[in-house]
């Protein structure tokens, strides 16, 4: 990619648990970055890749408004923001299960039939039970949501279950796992149309760790 005599492409990333490792990937890729004590923007050092650093959940706002024409994210945050998008390419790691949990001493039979479920992710949570036929009620929270059942919020959680630590600090089993979880390079899908040649060569490079591979064709969300 001839970044020096063109726009840097512009990419939204997630604050937290995956930022290092994607700093690692686009490092090996010879698209090292550092973001400046506070700043919450930066620049590799060929001006390839332009990236702004924004909470999770912000990541398809940045991206579906064309701010970020692209970003990378899982789909559990996708799945609840209702937007459109391109998936480029799922990255070799960030993978979560979605799962249902409750505590360990709960009586199915006290639901009666009717689940009541605490979650950040209300939208899922509401499509995934009403899809099999099963009545549920779900609360919305912001976070910690596993304290829901430790204080008689809501019997069950949805929630992302990743080593299970969390979980089992709070006594808290997995009743069923509901889907898996992966993250991914996203993509605005107008964005993708004006500049697809060099969103393919970075989809190459970070696919491949070299200029040479193919990237997939970019399939809608
Ligand atoms: C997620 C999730 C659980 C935790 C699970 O929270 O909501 O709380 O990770 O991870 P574990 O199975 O490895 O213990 P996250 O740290 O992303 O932050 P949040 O509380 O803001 O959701």
Same mark, same amino acid.
């Given at each position: 990619m001839s970044g020096a005599q063109r726009h840097p492409l512009t990419i939204a990333l997630p604050k937290g648990r995956l930022h290092d490792r994607i700093h690692e990937l686009f490092a090996r890729c010879g698209l090292a970055f550092e973001f400046e004590s506070r700043k919450l923007v930066a620049e590799d050092r060929e001006g390839s890749v332009r990236l702004m650093l924004v909470k999770n959940s912000d990541v398809p706002v940045y991206v579906n408004h064309g701010i970020a024409g692209l970003g990378v994210c899982g789909d559990d945050v996708l799945y609840e923001s209702g937007f459109d998008y391109f998936r480029l390419m799922t990255l070799p790691f960030g993978s979560t299960r979605m799962c249902l949990a409750g505590r360990r001493?709960? &009586? =199915?039979?006290?639901?009666h039939g009717r689940l009541k479920v605490a979650t950040k992710f209300t939208r899922f949570a509401h499509d995934f039970f009403h899809q099999r036929g099963i009545p549920v009620e779900v609360i919305k929270l912001?976070?910690?949501?596993?304290?829901a059942p430790l204080l008689g919020l809501a019997p069950y959680i949805v929630d992302l279950v990743e080593t299970g630590s969390t979980l089992t600090a709070n006594d808290l089993v997995v009743n069923e796992e509901l889907t898996q979880i992966q993250v991914h390079l996203i993509s605005n899908p107008a964005y993708y149309k004006f500049h697809y040649a060099q969103v393919n060569a970075l989809v190459r490079r970070l696919q491949?760790? &070299? =200029?040479q591979g193919d990237a997939d064709e970019p399939t809608a969300g």
């Open positions: 001493d709960h &009586d =199915p039979q006290q639901d912001g976070g910690s949501v596993e304290l491949n760790q &070299d =200029p």
